[in-house]
């Protein structure tokens, strides 16, 4: 696993330590591609924003329909774990998550930043609707979550 790779999952499962114990479920097979997706979108954001790149807001308007579904399938998820206000926990689970991926680029020069995330900026780059459910099916099936195994 990459560098990158590993802080997406400890930032992930230290967000979801903010779900209530009791309610800690299994993720369903859209829900963790929904997660995946969220994730690569965060990173993609937070990547952008510091190499000042055009890469997001061109896969933001590509991906529009994806992404929205895929926030309302995590969205779906914090409301059948027993959130109160499952839009306001997912906003907070992706706030949480754009600040800790910032906040680790903090020790990186940008240059070397920028040039860890060539090859995902290139990438996203390209990516339309079908190619990016490809991409985070891809990565949903790869990545087993600990904290949160697939239902059965």
């Known amino acids: 696993m990459t560098r990158a790779g590993l802080a997406v999952a400890l930032v992930t499962a230290a967000m979801l330590q903010a779900v209530p114990a009791q309610s800690r479920n299994c993720y369903s097979k859209a829900e963790f591609e929904a997660e ?16 000042h790149d055009a890469s997001y807001g061109n896969f933001r308007m590509r991906n529009a329909s994806a992404i929205i579904r895929y926030q309302h399938e995590m969205i779906d998820y914090f409301r059948h774990t027993g959130s109160r206000s499952p839009t306001q926990s997912f906003e907070t689970w992706i706030t949480h998550l754009a600040n800790e991926l910032a906040m680790q680029q903090t020790s990186t020069p940008t240059p070397q930043i920028c040039q860890q995330a060539a090859s995902m900026l290139k990438l996203a780059g390209g990516l339309d609707p079908k190619q990016f459910h490809k ?3 891809a990565r949903a099936a790869a990545d087993p979550d600990p904290a949160h195994p697939l239902c059965k």
């Open 135 to 137: 991409l985070v099916a």
């Open 36 to 51: 995946q997706a969220i994730l690569f979108q965060t990173n993609l954001m937070v990547v952008s924003s510091a190499c």
